[in-house]
Every structure is written in structure tokens, then in C-alpha cells.
């Protein structure tokens, strides 16, 4: 079993997190989901839930660690607690995934610089300031370079996770879990139909 | 404003009710977002997330409310406590929406029966055996009748969110709200591609 930890924060974008929670959790036989924060305890989302989570100290090294995006990270990538915090999960993890404006807070680690990544395109100036050593992709569903995948904006991680379990354990069984949740799977992570609408 | 409720249980299947959340949390100028439960406090969903909630005692009246499906609502339907507070949580909202086996919960209630509505594909048999007086259809993404929406499976629930802001607020507003989490919506409640993969 691997973990499969998503780290939360004030602020964060609920589909963002929970979307790829709800396809993550669909392999319960390879993957064991866990949900932290900087420091444990309540977290509350840009639309309102508030969710328990753990202290990001307390994660095992190798596991996959996903993080969203949201208005939180605005001031997040400012905090150099939680980057240094973020660095040392991300550094650790076997799989670095993000999703929308979660892709800024893993560029401000450095981990990103020289690596071909995405975001949201709504917030992809903002994204691409915080980070210009990053070869940011601006028409992308979702984006992968090595052990890092990050995707578009807030439903693209729901596609993106699914690509990763087709990467990881083949086409059949992520078309199985997006057949099991009734989701219309974006599988082409170069197409990015909102590239062109901003 | 108006109350934007949803109903949470243990075992309630994470994007049932967190895909709606992200939808409705679009809408900020018109809908204040809440999260009940039965008794408040914690209650954990199938992807382990802990979420904390209000009392459905507390739930304002002529509020939307939406009822997610998940594992739970299994032992749910045999809980005469939990059927008569929704009864009465329902009897007093001025819409009710369920997605996927939460159609189960609402048919329990009473308030489908001869009643147009549809659920989960997967769970269909299960759903119908709970209320034979509902007209269940069979392929829907989603069915409107009255003031009830019931959608299929797990991630209709977002295209039939966006179908009620759409017959509330009108198409343009619910394309706009798709667009900005990037979501590829299946705008027409009538097609339903997984009606016929079972």
C-alpha cells in the first residue's frame, strides 16, 4: 500500500483536493489516502468545508502527495514555513501532483526549475511570476515531467489523476474507475479547451 | 440569500456532495453554502475525509437542499430517525436535489412517489427496490420533476447543479460557472453514456 496524502489549507479549492480524492480512493487496494495541513487540525475551504487533517511531519516518506490550488496559496507562497515544510514533503514523495494555482506553491520550492509544468490559465500570470525558471505550458490539460504532474485549472486534476492511474496501472483500469463515478474523462492531457476562452 | 444545504452522513461518497459544493460555492451572491448532519459534529466520508457539520434541526426553511448518495445511505434507508428529519428538512426546502443513492434517501421520504426520477446506474436495482411508486427513468443524467432534481451517479451530480443554475439564472451563468473550474459539462440532462454500460 501506498500513501496517498493531500495537503489542505485555508483557502483551498474544494474540487481541487477532492475531486482527485474521490478517483484516489477508487484503488483502495494499492492506495491509502491521507489528508494534512501544516500543522493538523481544522482546515476550512474557499467554500466552506471544514475538513481534520494531520501534521505534514507526520507523513511517510515515498508516498504521493497531491496539492491543490485556491485563493489560499496567494499567500501561502509568502510563507516560508509552509514552503520549506511543502519542499521537504515534496522531496520526499515518490509522485509531486498539483492542480490549478496548486502548481505555484510547488514552483516556489525550486523543485519545478527547469521542468516543463501547467496551471490554471485564469491565474497562469500570477503562476508563472512566482516561478519564471519554470517552462510553464500554456495550453495543457495536465502536464507531465518525471515524478511531477501538474494540472489546468480545478477539474483538470479530477483528468490528470485519472492519466496518472492510466501511466501507473494502464488505460483499462483508470477508464474503469471514471466508468465507476459516471465521469466523462478528458484522457488527452493536450487537449485544454479553456486554453484558448481566457 | 438563500441557504444552499447539504446533508452529510457517515459513508457519503466524497464528489456526490463536494462536486455540488464547488459548483454552488460559484454562486456567491446568491447562495450562502452549509453542511448538516443528523446530529452535527464530525461525520467521515467513503475517502476518509472528516468533515465537521451543523444539526439538520438548525436548517432554515426555503433552502436548497442536496442530499449526496455513498455506502452509507445503505443503513441509512432502514433509520426511521434519520427518514423523518429529512422528510421534514425536505418538506420545508423550497428545492430538494439528490445525487446517485441519495435518490434512495429522498425516495424513502415519500415525497417521489409518483414522482419522475433517476439514480445511480450501478445501484439502480437497490434504489428502485427502496420506493416502487417513484417513476424511476432508467437513462437520465439527470430528471427534473417539480421541485426535485435527482441525478445518476456520483459525478452527474455537478452536471445537474449546473442544469438548476441554468433553469434558475439561465444557461449563459452555468456555462460561465463551468468555465471558471474548467469543467467540461454534459449539459444535456438526457444523455446519460453510462445508462448503457451496466
Known amino acids: 500500500m501506498t500513501d496517498f496524502n493531500i495537503v489542505l489549507f485555508d483557502g483551498f479549492e474544494t474540487l481541487d483536493a477532492f475531486g482527485p480524492a474521490e478517483i484516489a480512493g477508487r484503488m483502495p487496494e494499492v492506495w491509502n489516502l ?7 487540525g481544522m482546515v476550512t475551504s474557499s467554500q466552506k468545508i471544514e475538513v481534520n ?3 505534514i511531519k507526520e507523513m511517510r516518506s515515498d508516498c504521493i502527495l497531491l496539492i491543490p490550488g485556491g485563493m489560499g496559496t496567494r499567500q501561502l507562497v509568502l510563507d516560508s514555513i509552509f514552503i520549506k515544510e511543502i519542499a521537504k514533503a515534496c522531496d520526499q514523495a515518490a509522485f509531486v501532483l498539483t492542480v490549478c494555482t ?12 527547469g521542468r516543463r509544468a501547467t496551471s490554471n490559465k485564469r491565474a497562469f500570470e500570477w503562476v508563472k511570476s512566482v516561478n519564471g525558471e519554470v517552462k510553464w505550458v500554456d495550453q495543457a490539460r495536465w502536464v507531465v515531467d518525471g515524478r511531477f504532474y501538474t494540472s489546468s485549472g480545478v477539474s483538470a486534476g479530477m483528468d490528470m489523476v485519472l492519466g496518472f492511474i492510466s501511466d501507473l ?7 474503469g474507475v471514471a466508468d465507476s463515478i459516471e465521469y466523462i474523462w478528458n484522457a488527452d492531457k493536450d487537449c485544454d479547451p479553456f486554453a484558448l476562452k481566457v
Not at 496548486?102 to 526549475?113: C, I
Not at 496501472?169 to 477508464?175: F, I, L, S, Y
Open 169 to 175: 496501472h494502464g488505460a483499462d483500469v483508470a477508464r
Open 102 to 113: 496548486g502548481s505555484a506553491l510547488l514552483a516556489k520550492t525550486g523543485l519545478l526549475s
Open 53 to 55: 487533517t494531520r501534521p
Open 34 to 40: 491521507g489528508y494534512y495541513s501544516l500543522t493538523g
